[in-house]
């Protein structure tokens, strides 16, 4: 029973583009959401997250949109860089409940930036 | 500031051995949360402390456990290896364990990697 979802493996995007990777979920109780990037090697690395109670939450060239009813959030990063060709997760949290410590992760996302 | 310190970083174990792996958190962090990541599952949750005391199990064996120092250092052990505990694993640290604001996302160690034979 996976909980979050990213149903694209992999992403390939130009340099200077738009990077959308997306992330579904089933669980209700979830209210708290994050992206954390990985290179190989090393352990995730958190990027942005965002609070049920908001729709949009910006970082520089990072942002995160959550569409509650449709239990759907998306990471926007404008302008690509190869820099950021890593692996993309998402992450989900029941922040209000007593789930200390336990992120529920999706599988992941490959996303390659070409120059 | 020292992010989270995992050791050993690499190690290879037969099946029927114990491991023992550390990790060391972000000073001032009180919540240790330990993950497995395997090509098939994913990553996924093994357990959590804070002060010392086991807050948050996943759904693991209980082959796997864990233990928290006063000084807010974790260790987890699986003993009796198998073939399938191959993976990394991660150690994460927060102040409160709530991941629930920015002062409280789950910073990650760099993981331990696993091989049982």
């Known amino acids: 029973d996976q909980q979050v979802k990213q149903n694209s493996p992999s992403l390939s995007v130009q340099e200077g583009r738009i990077s959308i990777l997306n992330c579904d979920y089933t669980n209700s109780m979830f209210d708290y959401f994050l992206w954390y990037k990985k290179y190989p090697a090393e352990g995730p690395t958190f990027l942005i997250s965002i609070s049920s109670i908001k729709d949009k939450n910006e970082d520089g060239r990072f942002t995160v949109f959550l569409n509650k009813s449709a239990k759907h959030l998306s990471l926007h990063i404008v302008p690509s860089q190869p820099g950021d060709s890593a692996v993309y997760f998402c992450?989900?949290?029941?922040?209000?409940?007593?789930?200390?410590?336990?992120?529920?992760f999706g599988q992941g996302t490959i996303l390659t930036v070409h120059p | 500031k020292a992010g989270v310190t995992q050791t050993p970083r690499y190690l290879i174990k037969t099946r029927g051995q114990q491991v023992t792996l550390s990790c060391s958190p972000i000073?001032?962090?009180?919540?240790v949360s330990w993950y497995q990541q395997t090509p098939g599952q994913g990553l996924q949750f093994l357990f959590e402390y804070f002060s010392e005391t086991q807050r948050n199990k996943g759904n693991f064996p209980g082959r796997f456990s864990g233990r928290q120092f006063s000084n807010s250092r974790s260790e987890m052990n699986v003993s009796t290896l198998e073939l399938g505990d191959s993976a990394l694993y991660l150690c994460?640290?927060?102040?409160?364990?709530?991941?629930?604001?920015?002062?409280?996302?789950?910073?990650f160690g760099a993981g331990s990697r696993l091989t049982v034979l």
């Open positions: 000073s001032g962090h009180r919540s």
């Open positions: 994460a640290s927060s102040q409160t364990g709530t991941g629930d604001s920015g002062a409280n996302v789950l910073t």
């Open positions: 992450a989900a949290m029941d922040a209000g409940g007593t789930s200390y410590g336990k992120l529920t």
